[in-house]
């Protein structure tokens, strides 16, 4: 039986076509995986079936009936629900005020239920804005299995949850299909595609480039998502995938390479030392200036040192260089306690964790949303403990929210303006008139720099996709200048897998020509690729760095996370 039959469905906004007479078919009892890069129309397509986009043309059958949505009240009606990119949970209220709004019936036996057959509960006393992202998706997904629905459409869940969350979902995923449902799942993660999906469904720019496609390789997907073939894409890219190194080693693809030389290439990152790239930071030549033109890369002068975070320099690395960035005995509420913290020009360094253990915080506090009980953050001997946002840019210290939707963009403000939030002042005209054209230029340029899929620099951050807004967030704050040091929350999460090839890249140019990079992020692979030394966030504490030269360091770093280290030591 067919769940969902999708025939010429078209969505024009303007002159963008969102979708372009797209066919899909999804059979009952079967997990079905939507892929396609930023902006090629997943968003639109799921919108679609869950009845809050119009379409311009087409129809849509559901188990068989014509099924027209008009408003989302009639796609739950009709027993599909979705799960959006975006959260939807009211932020004031607890978890449980927000399941009540849905105003079901027999709200504590669905929420029993979906304890006993999913495993799945929620914080129902907490409030939904205190919650780490992790936790807010998970009560969506709550809120949407608990109207039981014959079609479930899960827009990007996992991005934002932590691997054991990721398997539980997928396994929710498969009980669901088992069970004769159907669920639609938009990822852009194939190592979860191979692990949940029957089939496939891939778009581009609108169009369906690959229809139900049930070989579910890299090798075949890649090319079809991106237009370039999977091993044109860096090995570090493994984690982000979700499919094993040894999957991208295969394909024989450059290393994890700080620069961009082919000396600097090398293989997939696996455990064992011969397979790691080779040393990204150990020959002068790595580490060199190498000041690009690009004007993200603007700075002061800088020592080209890989510093250290303090305490263990490994045997056989450069000298450290000072530290730029010293945050210094932080503490908030219960989430960090006198965690200390420091970045060279030119290191970079990671922050691993589980969700909730206060990396979030620790963004904040960079930022300046938080402001730490105890403790300061200085920036190249500025203190910049309770600054404003703006003396912060000022400083050079750019900052990637984790939730950029909420902290990193304003929606309603048009592209060119959020590319220059904090900079408005470079484009006065007589001080006091902004010379918008001259902005619109300028943001042009970097739309096209950073393959910004946007109708143009006009267009407000609303339109543009979720993957094509972060990479607004990211050239914003890879274009301060001075840019002293950048950190990033979850740099990655919701790119394509050809944006976060260049997302990659463009940190360790970054780190090439200077900056102090911090990145906070849940792709364990991805950060042992990228950073020259990794903290484990733990309940509130940082660890001790641990250099990813080390062969042992995703086993330890994995320890850490789970806080096992401590068992063994005890
Ligand atoms: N409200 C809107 N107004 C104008 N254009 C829009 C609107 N919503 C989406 N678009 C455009 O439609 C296209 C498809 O967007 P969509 O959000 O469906 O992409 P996506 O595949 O989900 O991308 P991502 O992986 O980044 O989430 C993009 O070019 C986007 O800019």
């Avoid at 002159?15 to 059979?27: N, P, Q, T």
């Avoid at 691993?352 to 300046?368: D, F, K, P, R, Y």
């Avoid at 939030?421 to 005209?429: A, Q």
Wanted: proline share 7%.
């Amino acid at each position: 039986m067919t769940a969902l039959e999708i025939t010429g469905l078209t969505k024009a906004y303007g002159a963008v076509r969102a979708l372009d007479g797209v066919d899909l078919s999804v059979a009952a009892g079967t997990v079905h995986c939507v892929l396609g890069e930023n902006g090629a129309g997943k968003s639109t397509l799921c919108h679609a079936v869950g009845g809050s986009v119009a379409v311009s043309s087409g129809s849509m059958r559901l188990f068989g009936t014509p099924y027209a949505p008009r408003r989302p009240k009639d796609a739950l009606d009709a027993g599909v629900a979705m799960v959006h990119q975006h959260f939807s949970l009211v932020p004031t209220l607890t978890v449980g005020e927000n399941l009540r709004l849905l105003r079901l019936r027999d709200l504590p036996a669905r929420l029993a239920w979906l304890g006993d057959e999913f495993g799945l509960t929620v914080p129902s006393g907490s409030r939904a804005g205190d919650l780490p992202v992790g936790a807010r998706q998970r009560v969506e997904i709550v809120k949407a299995l608990l109207r039981d629905p014959r079609l479930l459409i899960l827009d990007e869940p996992t991005g934002v949850l932590a691997p054991a969350e990721v398997d539980a979902l997928l396994g929710t995923c498969r009980k669901l299909a088992d069970a004769g449902r159907a669920v639609v799942l938009v990822t852009h993660k194939l190592g979860e595609v191979s692990r949940v999906a029957d089939a496939a469904t891939v778009l581009r720019g609108g169009r369906v480039a690959g229809a139900g496609l049930t070989d579910l390789s890299p090798s075949v997907l890649v090319p079809l998502m991106i237009g370039r073939p999977a091993d044109s894409l860096a090995p570090a890219l493994a984690g982000t995938l979700g499919v094993p190194a040894a999957d991208a080693a295969r394909t024989g693809s450059p290393g994890p390479a700080r620069t961009q030389s082919p000396e600097n290439r090398g293989p997939a990152r696996t455990q064992s030392p011969e397979n790691r790239g080779p040393a990204r930071t150990q020959s002068p030549e790595n580490r060199g200036p190498a000041r690009t033109q690009s004007p993200e890369n603007r700075g002061p002068a800088r020592t080209g040192s890989t510093g250290s975070t303090g305490s263990t320099g490994s045997p056989g690395r450069p000298h450290p260089g000072e530290p730029v960035l010293r945050m210094r005995d932080i503490s908030v509420g219960r989430h960090l306690d006198r965690v200390s913290l420091d970045v060279a020009p030119g290191e970079i360094v990671g922050v691993a964790g589980v969700e909730g253990n206060g990396q979030t915080e620790l963004i904040h506090v960079l930022s300046g949303a938080l402001s730490p009980d105890t403790g300061t953050v200085t920036l190249a001997g500025t203190d910049l403990t309770r600054a404003t946002p703006a003396r912060r840019t000022a400083a050079g210290l750019g900052v990637i929210p984790e939730d950029r939707h909420h902290e990193g963009c304003v929606p309603a403000l048009d592209v060119a303006t959020n590319l220059y939030l904090g900079r408005l002042r470079e484009f006065r005209r007589f001080r006091v008139l902004l010379d918008r054209r001259r902005m619109r230029r300028a943001a042009t340029a970097t739309i096209t720099r950073h393959r910004i899929s946007a109708p143009g620099p006009a267009a407000p951050m609303s339109a543009l996709s979720g993957g094509n807004q972060q990479k607004v967030v990211l050239a914003r704050e890879l274009a301060l200048d001075p840019l002293v040091c950048l950190a990033a929350a979850q740099p990655t999460r919701g790119l394509d897998v050809g944006a976060v090839d260049a997302v990659l890249a463009r940190i360790r140019a970054a780190a090439a020509s200077g900056v102090a990079v911090l990145v906070v992020s849940s792709e364990l692979g991805e950060l042992l690729a990228l950073c020259d030394r990794v903290v484990v966030a733990y309940r509130g504490t940082l660890s001790a760095p641990i250099d990813t030269s080390d062969p042992d360091a995703h086993d330890r770093v994995a320890h850490l996370m789970l806080g096992t280290d401590r068992e063994a030591a005890a």
